[in-house]
């Protein structure tokens, strides 16, 4: 009502670029905001009427992705509206040709020391971006550089969805960390990851990625003089506040991930278990061949028939064998890795539910206080941006990640049809090139009687 | 072997296997059906009849379509049928029966008799067993044979008329002793050691096949698994839903063909199943084959002997060591009498011997000459059943490998469309 918004005066005029800028905490007060692209925040909370009303306009709707900046550290003054806009249109494109930044993973290298043995992978960078000093760099890095980046982004960027590494620990013994197949498989998905950091509208202007690609040495104890200031806020958000009511949208997210992991964990299940019953067969089969073998060797006319179909037996066997390694080695990590990224998601959940929880919380403190003190502590404002920035580059995120996520299973299960094809195929090359050799025979034996 | 090949492999054979009853009559056992009776102990017991159908060649081939003729005979007649053939012609490798008790099963099928997949598979087994006597050029005459497929009422008691029961116990009896052949004859030998080597690696085929049969429907099944989950999943999915629904179907069908490919490999176990049980008959041929050169030595032996005995007695000495020889030491000789008659009986005795030697090793010629050549067609038929066998077992393998592909080619389909 009027009257709640008379009181409220610091809240009215609030609206921020939420949908494409999160700002910096401290930015200038209301008045000097520009008139914005944001969506809304809540419509369900019981003091949603005196939040701001924040429409979604039909561009950044059609888009599909909301691209929050998020480096305020040096960041200039965002104030101008065109300036914004700019920034706008360029992240929006992604595609093709204004890509400035590319980075692959390659040639990996086994290195002896007399502590351990490990691998190191080639990073290659080229890139237009003023943020590098160089236009190509040509680094080495092994897993645990990988996995630092990770944390840093993690740490520094907690209102986005950091895309996943490959699992860090294998079971010695029944993995060969060392192996081509291994490694080849490992290489892909720290290219991929690298190359989602990269095609991040925020994230590939973090300065720990910076510092991955382009550092001859990387310094990983420089952790915390790299840490956003939004990382820092975000960081020291507390628990202990309650939410109220999580917005729908977000609910729904938290909904979606508890029944995808669901799912998730039971097709993992089945695939363990059918590489089990595989494994089985593949010991019967292989006891199978050498019996028609032994047979042969008593027989006459039967003999080339009977080695026949022990050599066909015998290459049905390695073919399933390939199978049941490829869809360990190719198939289960995958599925673990995102069960282990749902994890990490369902955090940036929690943290965003605690940065609202805050807001509304200091919210109602101030709404219902007796008290009509008219000047309001900026904390609240602070709150409140950042539960919008937060909602607004977890909503951009969660968008790419669905765009990933089916881009992920599409190639894990068309690869997991495809393998089975190969295997069948294998499988009737070997017994297609038996029957003309087990009929020529007859014929002959045929002529002759 | 179906009835159309035996037929064809008739038109190449000379004239007097054109006499080969399968020529003139189509024998089928077309049905089986559960009857409950009254059994020896006046016990009520459930059994299966099978319905054997016979017709004459030509009436089918005027185009008319008569009737056929038709009489209900139970798996235990069919095992008299066959002990009859293996006493009235111990020298030829007499046609199996299918199993009297399911073996070599793996989980999906049941060891009951009663169980209609078994009942099934056995019908087909004896009219395979009948055809293949039906086509023998010895057995296929036989007239206990011809009245088994025609006569319903009273075939028992012609058999048991036949007396070869009381062969069959004798003969039995003797097998079942242990006796040493002096000279073994050497095919015969190696003959009866192929046929434990057969029956042996028959078995252990049959054994490994069942448990991958298992494993294999294992595999498969778990495949359906997949089809459920993906359902599951589509419906918390937006555009990914169609692609992985669609999917998910596939597996299901995956999963379901395990049960077709898995039934024609029985039809395949069943057909080594038929040389297993050949091999068993081949090493009974071969068995008879020494017990009747045993009699023969035993016969020779006895005959050596009895005359050695005359000699001694002739000219009165005593070479051998014989208890006569010690007690007439110790008690003196016999009188001339006593010798003369003796002599006498001997003579005698040495005549039926030599008659017996004589039929004895008649026998075992004809026995030789019989058997060998039954063994030599009973090859060629082994040899070109086996490869059969073997071609349309990797027929099947293909038949499997396609349908997989294409179940995965469409699977995959659906996934490239999520």
Known sequence: TEGERGECNLLAPLRTLTTSVCLPIDCPPSGERNE????SVDG???????????????ETEQAGLILPNGTPVDTSSLASSSSLLNRLQLDDDLDGETRDLFVTVEDPKKHVSTMETYITYRVCTKTTRTEFDLPEYSVRRRYQDFDWLRNKLEESQPTHLIPPLPEKFVMKGVVDRFSEEFVETRRKALDKFLKRVADHPVLSFNEHFNAFLSAKDLNKRQGLALLTKMGESV????????????????????????????????????????????????MELREYGPVYSSWSSFEEDLHDPLEGVSGCMSNCSSALEELTEDMSEDFLPVLREYVLYIESMKNVLKKRDQVQAEYETKLEAVVFREDKKPPVPSDVEKCQDRVECFNADLKADWDRWENNKRQDFRQLLTGMADKNIQHYEKCLAAWESLVPLLQDKQEAEGETS | MREREMQSRGTDMPTQERKLLLKKMEISVAEAEKRTGKNAVNMQETYTVYLIETRPVDAASEGTNPVPDSLWRRYSEFELLRNYLLVTYPFLVVPPLPEKRAEFVWHKLSADNMDPDFVERRRVGLENFLLRVASHPDLSSDKIFYSFLTEENGWKETVFETGFQAKADSRLKALNATFRVKNPDKRFAEMKHYGDELQSVISQLLRVRARAADRLYGVYKVHGNYGRVFSEWSAIEKEMGDGLQSAGHHMDAYAASVDDILEEEEHYADQLKEYLFYADALRAVCRKHELTQYELEMAAQDLTSKKQQR??????????????????????????EQREAKLKMLETQIEEGEELVKERNAECEEFVKSAWVDIERFKEQKDHDLREALISYAIMQISMCKKGIQVWNNAKECFSKM
């Open chain 1, 36 to 39: 914005a692209i944001a969506a």
């Open chain 1, 44 to 58: 369900r909370h019981p003091l949603s009427s005196l939040y701001c009303r924040k429409r979604r306009t039909s």
């Open chain 1, 235 to 282: 960081k020291y958000v507390t628990g202990g506040y309650k939410l109220r009511a999580r917005p729908a949208e977000f609910a729904a997210m938290g909904d979606y991930l508890d029944l995808f992991t669901q799912k998730m964990g039971t097709i993992d299940r089945i695939a363990q278990r059918i590489i089990k019953e595989q494994s089985e067969f593949l």
């Open chain 2, 311 to 336: 000699e001694e007695l002739a000219t009165g000495t005593i070479r051998t060591f014989s208890l006569k020889g010690v007690t007439s030491k110790l008690f003196g000789q016999e009188t001339p």
